[in-house]
């Protein structure tokens, strides 16, 4: 299958923020070279959608998670392409034909995957301009952080606290499975986290992100940790977006956040520990990102990522975020 100018095309994304931010490439290489093409993206639900609003290389954003629903719109659409083969789980029933991205590796970034996989359907280069996560934001940081009178002296620290499975299934899933989940650092590892970084930083702030269910962490957090500005539950992928523009540093493990972090020029540390940071880490990865990896989470001290979050502020000072 080619990709022609001339094309409406149908884009089947995913129910993940992260994988769906992995796309945006992909689909802006896409109206790169093809301007007058119809590109219509589906994501399979309300949250991941959110990675898609108000982006202007789409003509329309569906929401859909029933194959009855796709086999509805397909008629409309010349090509169909499905970018992330978890969806079919959710939409095994697609009567159209479509093209389904080749399986993963671990030896390339999800983000690059896509993007060079894209670029053989329209028979183009990747080059390096076209290596970044496009994902739009109307609101200002200003406007986001206003209540808590920050200074413009204030070092401000993002740490997110959860993941996709607890925005799923709560407190439920953190108290009782969270040791399947071997992307995630302990709520107690954040907090003593988060008091080192106190001491070791002057006029510090330390803003907590994440959804409503993993309310019960930033409450933990907030409890223990002064000062907090606690945004969970109350930011959007826009709202997070530009965040980054203020914020000095951002701290989390592999998650969906992590990854709106990366589509910005804000200093991260992430954490690793059994995943593969060259499949999912920042994209593009630059001289402001600092890894930390080990085998499992639990092996990461919070000696170290202070050294690496007092590192990075002392190297990449507050600069011009875009």
Known sequence: MLLTNTDKILIIASASTGNNIFCTPAIHLIRKHLPNATIDVVALNKLSAEVFAENTDINQLFVLSKSRDINKIAKNYSKIMVLNKNALKKLSDIQAPFTLVPPMTDAIHHAEHLLQFVARLLEVKVSDDDRHYVIETRQTAEALLAKFNLQTNTTLINIHLGCGTTVLHGWKFFYARRADDKK?????????????????????????????????????????????????????????????????????????????????????????????????????????????????????TVQEVVLSATQLLGNFPRFAKT
């Open 184 to 300: 995630l650092w302990s709520i107690d590892a954040y907090i003593a986290l988060g008091n080192a970084l106190m001491q070791a930083i002057p006029n510090l702030r330390i803003a907590i992100t994440g959804t409503s269910n993993e309310s019960f962490l930033a409450k933990k957090f907030e409890k223990n940790v002064a000062n907090t500005i606690n945004l969970v539950g109350k930011t959007t992928v826009s709202d997070l977006r530009a965040l980054m523009q203020r914020a000095d540093l951002f701290i989390a493990h592999d998650c969906g956040v992590f990854h709106i972090a990366s589509a910005s020029d804000v200093p991260i540390v992430g954490l690793y520990g059994p995943t593969n940071p060259v499949a999912t880490g920042p994209y593009p990865f630059k001289p402001q990102h600092i890894l930390i990896k080990k085998e499992e989470m639990a092996d990461i």
